[in-house]
């Protein structure tokens, strides 16, 4: 039970992180991380050649070194105005997106028919401005590759698929292309992220035989409403799903969902990477406010965004998504250099709901349901 730096998998990973400190555990986590391998789920863990006590939604090679207490100690006070500056910038974000939306039909704000050209140019130019700005306030520093094949994209009925990291994937993200998606009925109703995903044309779903959702809402499946979508490909942003459906420490990518893949259309991979030496931003499963604030107190954030060529299904992969979504998880792992896990969102709840979480010590511990919610996991 020691945990070297690049994730406790065996060493550092390429693109994962460069951290070379050895952690020798407490008895105690020792005896929390025999009860972690003892679930079932890690039995997916152990069959990819990793050890059962390790887990894709924790992250525990960048526990908090005198270093790196120091620099949160001296940064503090850049953290509170990098979180000012990203409440700034999110109003300016919010103020564009009204003006987008001002005087449009209900068809076009619900996502039915597409908005404007001229519209889409000026909000796809300054949310692009917008963001370049935010993130460099924030000391998040991206480096885009494979433009070409995101010109080749546009336009055609194509899916954009990522693997899931962090809370910046989604800024990252709309500064590339300033993407549309599918969200859940009900968030259209939030003052702010429903007023820019009515800009950005995001399908709010609502179930079938329900009335979630405010009257931007559609009822339908998401799948039926992404095919009538792609019939009009040319005049919307291209839809960006995460199909692993769950955020992870970037060592692994996975077990894919199969919504994006049901379509039959090629898709477009997109790889995030997080480079780091003293702070991995996955999103993992800890208290969500400590990360936010480790990571606004980071000197820099390095992220490296490629965007893959468009891959196109085979006949026996349109007739059977999960065949297709597993060969396109596989090829993102092995561009990631990474290993591709069976594990999936369930297995994360399950492991969320036993309670186990990393503390702001960098120890895996297990904690009861009432810590659960305050860290927001539920």
């Not at 005087?103 to 619900?110: L, N, Q, S």
């Not at 950005?200 to 931007?216: C, I, P």
């Not at 990477?273 to 954030?301: E, S």
Request: charged fraction near 20%; charge should be positive.
């Amino acid at each position: 039970f020691s945990f070297p730096g690049g994730g406790g998998v065996g060493g550092g990973r390429k693109g994962s992180g460069s951290s070379s400190r050895a952690r020798v555990l407490s008895d105690a986590e020792k005896g929390t991380l025999k009860q972690l391998a003892a679930m079932e789920c890690q039995d997916k863990v152990e069959s990819a050649g990793l050890p059962r006590s390790w887990s894709p939604f924790l992250s525990v090679d960048d526990a908090p070194d005198t270093y790196e207490w120091i620099k949160i100690t001296l940064l503090s006070p850049l953290c509170i105005v990098r979180a000012l500056s990203i409440i700034g910038h999110l109003m300016v974000l919010w103020v564009f997106a009204k003006l987008k939306l001002w005087g449009m039909a209900d068809a076009a704000v619900r996502g039915a028919q597409p908005m404007p050209w001229w519209r889409n140019m000026l909000f796809e130019f300054v949310v692009k401005s917008i963001l370049s700005s935010l993130l460099l306030c924030c000391g998040v520093f991206v480096q885009f590759r494979g433009l070409h094949n995101l010109r080749e994209a546009k336009g055609k009925e194509v899916v954009g698929v990522f693997n899931h990291v962090s809370f910046l994937d989604a800024f990252v993200l709309t500064r590339l292309c300033t993407p549309t998606g599918v969200a859940k009925a009900g968030i259209d109703d939030f003052p702010f992220i429903g007023t820019v995903g009515r800009a950005m044309q995001v399908l709010f779903v609502a179930r079938k035989g329900t009335t979630e959702g405010s009257s931007t809402s559609r009822q339908g499946g998401t799948i039926q409403l992404l095919k009538e979508r792609m019939k009009q490909a040319a005049h919307f942003p291209i839809p960006l799903i995460a199909p692993e459906g769950v955020t992870t420490n970037g060592q692994s990518v996975v077990k894919f969902q199969t919504g994006a893949f049901a379509l039959g259309v090629p898709v477009l991979p997109i790889l995030l990477k997080y480079p780091y030496r003293h702070f991995n931003p996955g999103w993992t499963l800890a208290d969500t406010g400590w990360l936010v604030i480790r990571m606004l107190c980071q000197v820099y954030t390095p992220v490296i965004c490629t965007v893959l060529p468009l891959r196109y299904p085979s006949e026996a992969e349109v007739a059977e998504p999960a065949a297709y979504a597993r060969a396109v998880q596989h090829e993102i792992s092995a561009a990631l250099g990474v290993p591709a896990l069976d594990q999936d969102l369930y297995d994360c709840k399950a492991v969320m709901q036993a309670g186990f979480s990393v503390d702001r010590r960098g120890s895996v511990v297990r904690v009861g349901e009432q810590e659960q919610k305050r860290q927001a996991w539920i």
